[in-house]
């Protein structure tokens, strides 16, 4: 079993910034891929950014230019870098990951493991 587990959350001002982190461990393998979602207040999960198995990285458009991802492979944690933030970057944070699917679809809410999520709380 592999576990996913979130942290670096907290409240900022607009414009500030905040690094994500996820901690994997059980038994992780690198054919993992990861990815970032976040779940606004009375919406659904979406992703918004990924790395894929072979180390491609992809963020959504509405972050881009803002948040970066990026992994550890060593330590087996995955980051968030999130600058200028705004407030409707509002929501509950999630790291996931699977063995089989690519896991840069936004719409991917099927993945195989999943964190508790880490709350963002930006305010205007």
């Known amino acids: 079993q592999v576990q996913l587990q979130e942290s670096g959350g907290g409240s900022v001002q607009a414009g500030g910034s905040l690094r994500l982190s996820c901690a994997a461990s059980?038994?992780?393998?690198?054919?993992?891929?990861m990815a970032w979602f976040l779940q606004a207040p009375g919406k659904g999960r979406e992703g918004v950014a990924a790395?894929?198995?072979?180390?491609?990285?992809t963020v959504v458009d509405s972050v881009k230019g803002r948040f970066t991802i990026s992994k550890d492979s060593a330590k087996n944690i995955l980051y968030l870098e999130m600058n200028r933030l705004k407030p409707e970057d509002t929501a509950t944070y999630y790291c996931a990951a699977d063995r089989h699917w690519r896991c840069g679809n936004p719409s991917a809410t099927y993945l195989e493991v999943w964190g508790q999520g880490t709350q963002v709380n930006v305010s205007s």
């Open positions: 790395v894929e198995r072979d180390g491609t990285t």
């Open positions: 059980g038994s992780w393998t690198m054919t993992y891929c």
